[in-house]
């Protein structure tokens, strides 16, 4: 089996999410959003072209026996679309690429979002994981792996304090007589 139709769906599917994230930056800051650290975002898409290109040097002669290796990864790849795709929908015009947040919308606790603070985040690093697997690309998934997660501490950690920076708590108390913010 060709390792082929793995890249295309996976370039199609990312194509795809940098279209929805871009109108959905547009609704989010027409509606008063912000955008935090964007310096990140170029070493998210750096780190992304990097694992690709790194799988396809590595996954020569492009080939992948079909076993029970493969069928492993197929299926928990297609589970963790579906996971992605619930994430997406469940955050609506919310989900990004980047860290945008609006100011005083607490965040969204519905779908995957009531289970876990961050389920896109881990389909992104299984995904790190299992696609280097799929293509029998040890090298990539160790590299790859350590490095996005190094990449994904920081991206939380940033988004952690832009959703409390924001969240309509957070905001300081105005006292009596002062004119409101």
């Not at 060709?2 to 609704?27: P, T």
């Not at 589970?79 to 997406?88: A, D, E, P, S, V």
């Not at 969240?167 to 004119?179: F, H, L, Q, T, Y």
Request: a positive charge; proline letters at 9%; glycine letters at 4%.
């Amino acid at each position: 089996m060709s390792v082929w139709w793995v890249f295309g769906f996976y370039f199609l599917e990312r194509g795809i999410e940098l279209v929805v994230a871009r109108r959905n930056r547009r609704i989010v800051l027409e509606r008063g959003g912000v955008e935090f650290a964007p310096e990140t975002y170029r070493s998210i898409v750096v780190m992304h072209v990097l694992f690709f290109a790194a799988l396809i040097v590595e996954s020569w002669p492009w080939r992948i026996p079909l076993d029970a290796l493969t069928i492993f990864c197929l299926s928990a790849l297609l589970l963790l679309q579906g996971l992605r795709y619930w994430c997406i929908v469940s955050l609506k015009e919310r989900w990004n690429t980047r860290i945008l947040v609006v100011p005083g919308e607490p965040p969204v606790c519905r779908g995957p979002y009531r289970l876990m603070r961050h389920p896109n985040y881990v389909v992104v690093v299984l995904e790190f994981a299992l696609i280097p697997l799929l293509m029998r690309a040890p090298l990539t998934l160790i590299v790859f792996s350590v490095a996005n997660l190094i990449l994904l501490r920081r991206r939380i950690r940033l988004e952690e304090k832009a959703l409390r920076d924001s969240a309509p708590d957070a905001r300081p108390p105005v006292p009596e007589g002062s004119p409101s913010p």
